[in-house]
């Protein structure tokens, strides 16, 4: 199964998408189904395709532990000018147990902020000088 979030780039303010800068997932019940195994892909702006940008692994379904992930850079930025996240689940237990290693996600969080474009940022901070210039008067 899949999942994608598409993020609004229709304003000024966001029109060079989003700088992504940490992406968190919370599995499974108290102490149960905590594995988390799947894919995470994103679309920049200008692409109609998605590229990859990290896999989550951990099939210990019991292990408290795998129950939060998260997913930074030492950079402090995952991925910059998204448009869109997906996550690709992955299926990973035995042929003959359909139960086994089911995925239970409870949240996923997004972190990130908007890349204005540079018109809008040069627009804006007029604006700013022009205001204190009156102040000053």
Do not use: C
């Not at 210990?60 to 689940?89: H, M, W």
């Not at 003959?96 to 990130?112: A, H, M, T, V």
């Not at 540079?118 to 700013?128: I, K, N, R, S």
């Amino acid at each position: 199964p899949e999942l994608t979030f598409v993020l609004d780039t229709s304003l000024p303010t966001n029109a060079l998408g989003y700088e992504i800068t940490q992406l968190s997932t919370k599995a499974g019940l108290a102490g149960a189904n905590t594995a988390q195994n799947y894919r995470i892909l994103v679309s920049l702006i200008g692409s109609s395709s998605f590229v990859f940008l990290h896999d989550v692994a951990s099939s210990d379904v019991n292990s408290p532990e795998n129950r939060a992930l998260t997913q930074t850079d030492t950079t402090g930025v995952v991925a910059t000018g998204v448009d869109a996240i997906k996550y690709t689940f992955n299926y990973f237990g035995p042929e003959n147990d359909p139960w086994f290693g089911d995925q239970f996600i409870q949240e996923i969080d997004i972190q990130g902020t908007p890349m204005p474009d540079p018109a809008t940022m040069t627009l804006l901070g007029l604006g700013g000088l022009l205001a204190l210039r009156r102040r000053r008067r």
